[in-house]
């Protein structure tokens, strides 16, 4: 009587290959998805952030023929206006703010106030990170926005 047919368990090498192939790949992503963005472009993501707040708080001035005023709150690191939802600013950012006392209502907390003929209060914030640095002014006269990085 011949021994019954038995068949081997286990995985074959392409088989083990393949998952070993697919390992390497999520691991090698994953690895891309921990590490954090560079100091430039932690800046250049919060500046370019800023400035389409200012210019959409100054559009919505101009539409709404009301003023409109663009918050900057340095200890919660974020910033608001009626025509932006509240966005955050790096934590471990260094920032400098330049706005009218006028517009400084608290030592940490400033804005930026854009009137219906596109004026603006005007004023200036600095942000820095780890040698990252970038600039943004708003014209007084104009209210134009202008956005620069070092």
Do not use: Y
């Not at 038995?6 to 090498?13: A, C, E, I, K, N």
């Not at 690191?77 to 706005?99: G, K």
């Not at 940490?108 to 002014?137: H, K, N, Q, W, Y």
């Amino acid at each position: 009587m011949k021994p019954p047919h038995t068949r081997r368990r286990g995985f074959s090498l392409l088989e083990t290959l393949a998952i070993l192939l697919i390992v390497a790949l999520l691991a090698g992503m994953a690895g891309q998805f921990a590490r954090r963005p560079s100091p430039r472009l932690r800046v250049e993501s919060a500046t370019r952030a800023l400035c389409a707040g200012l210019r959409a708080t100054r559009m919505r001035a101009i539409s709404t023929a009301s003023e409109q005023t663009l918050t900057i709150d340095l200890r919660r690191r974020a910033f608001f206006s009626p025509a932006v939802a509240e966005t955050a600013l790096p934590e471990d950012a260094a920032i400098e703010l330049a706005v009218s006392a006028r517009e400084r209502t608290e030592p940490s907390r400033g804005a930026i106030a854009f009137f219906p003929d596109g004026g603006s209060s005007g004023g200036g914030l600095t942000i820095g990170v780890a040698g990252a640095r970038a600039e943004i002014d708003v014209n007084w006269l104009t209210g134009a926005t202008r956005c620069a990085f070092h």
